[in-house]
């Protein structure tokens, strides 16, 4: 497996995506979001501050947009991922990987890591750029990390649950409910919010809001949890 192969596989990739209108617009929703962050919600708290005649009515929850911010990137990726991965598991293409020159290691690398690298990089920029709530650069870095991961297990989830393309949009779909795990600390203040301790993203929320590194340890853990669980199916259903 050289530079090249890998190069080459994941040109192959982005050219699926940049052919198919659906999943490039899908890649462009966190531009689309941020946009809408940035103008939108400084006007609308302008708005409320002077209806209801108050200091503050979003200012508490800018954190809450810009959590949904970072994750919205490597999600709408990993929908690409998995659309794309889903066809070429249909096309028996997952299959042929293993006895050419990429390999099947080579293949997950191309679809898989590089893809989560890229969501990574952008999550960092667009939270650079339209994040509402002050973030130091080093949070930043850390939060797209684990926003990247997020993805990477919504990925998995998707490509190993789902026998083809319509299954995997209503997985995705279905998916995003963990991302409630992101609101729970800033609503539940109780330990009720506990019962959320399998979703990766509530303890993204609890390190973003409280920033112990105890739960950035437990985030990772949980998701290294979830990505073992699910590789080990998409390992079965692609032999």
Not at 105 to 115: D, Q
Not at 122 to 130: A, G, K, Q
Not at 176 to 197: D, H
Request: glycine share 6%; with cysteine.
């Amino acid at each position: 497996m050289t530079h090249k192969r890998l190069s080459i596989s994941f040109m192959q990739y982005l050219n699926q995506i940049a052919r198919d209108a659906m999943l490039f617009l899908s890649c462009l929703a966190p531009v689309l979001y941020g946009l809408f962050m940035k103008f939108g919600i400084p006007a609308a708290e302008k708005f409320l501050t002077g209806y209801y005649s108050r200091e503050e009515v979003l200012v508490p929850y800018f954190l809450i947009f810009d959590l949904f911010l970072v994750v919205l990137t490597p999600m709408m990726f990993s929908f690409a991922s998995s659309m794309v991965i889903l066809g070429e598991i249909d096309d028996g293409i997952t299959k042929y990987m293993s006895v050419t020159p990429l390999g099947r290691g080579g293949y997950l690398i191309s679809r898989l890591i590089l893809p989560l690298t890229l969501s990574f990089v952008v999550s960092i920029i667009v939270m650079n750029v339209f994040s509402l709530d002050i973030i130091s650069f080093e949070m930043i870095i850390l939060l797209s990390f684990l926003s990247s991961v997020l993805g990477f297990i919504t990925t998995m989830m998707v490509v190993s649950l789902s026998a083809n393309k319509v299954e995997g949009m209503a997985i995705t779909k279905m998916s995003g409910i963990s991302m409630i795990g992101i609101i729970l600390p800033f609503f539940v203040l109780t330990r009720i919010q506990y019962l959320a301790i399998m979703l990766p993203s509530f303890w993204m929320a609890k390190f973003a809001l409280e920033g112990k590194i105890t739960y950035l340890i437990l985030c990772v853990m949980v998701s290294a949890g979830w990505i073992l669980l699910l590789l080990r199916k998409f390992m079965k259903k692609t032999m």
